[in-house]
């Protein structure tokens, strides 16, 4: 009887370590990885390059939306929108598709709204956010993305 019982206590105990391992691999789902990689946040800026020009429009800028977990944007993002100075043409901007970036020519500063809309899947709110557009070689700010997870 002792060796019955020994027997069913292991393979109780084998049924339930396979559970745990399901659980847990389920936690670990493309949804849940997409949550791990936005809780440290985006980081949301801007690169400069002065460019030699006799044009006044001599400064390129870059805008860009970037995890700070260094993982693909494409993970968590479906698009930005870039909301430009009306003197721009088209004042606002949409981009479908990584790296999310944003290039134009310029000659001065302002403020650029910028909206990130993540996956359909996270059923997560869009993030608004108001970078001001820097000439230095690169400014940017870290943006804490609350989840639901």
């Keep these: 009887i002792n060796a019955e019982y020994m027997g069913l206590e292991i393979m109780a105990n084998t049924r339930e370590n396979e559970l745990r391992s399901v659980a847990s691999s389920s936690n670990s789902s493309p949804q849940h990885s997409a949550y791990d990689a ?13 460019l030699d020009s006799d044009d006044d429009n001599k400064h390129q800028w870059t805008m860009f939306v970037r995890l700070e977990s260094g993982a693909p944007i494409e993970t968590v993002v479906h698009q930005v929108e870039y909301s430009l100075h ?5 004042p606002k901007v949409k981009i479908d598709s990584a790296p999310f970036t944003l290039t134009r020519l310029g000659w001065g500063t302002f403020d650029i709204v910028v909206t990130v809309h993540f996956l359909h899947s996270l059923r997560l709110a869009p993030i608004v956010h108001k970078h001001s557009l820097k000439f230095v070689p690169e400014s940017s700010k870290l943006i804490n993305v609350p989840t639901h997870s």
């Design 86 to 90: 009306p003197t721009f043409n088209p």
């Design 38 to 50: 936005l809780s440290s946040g985006l980081r949301i800026g801007n690169e400069h390059q002065l």
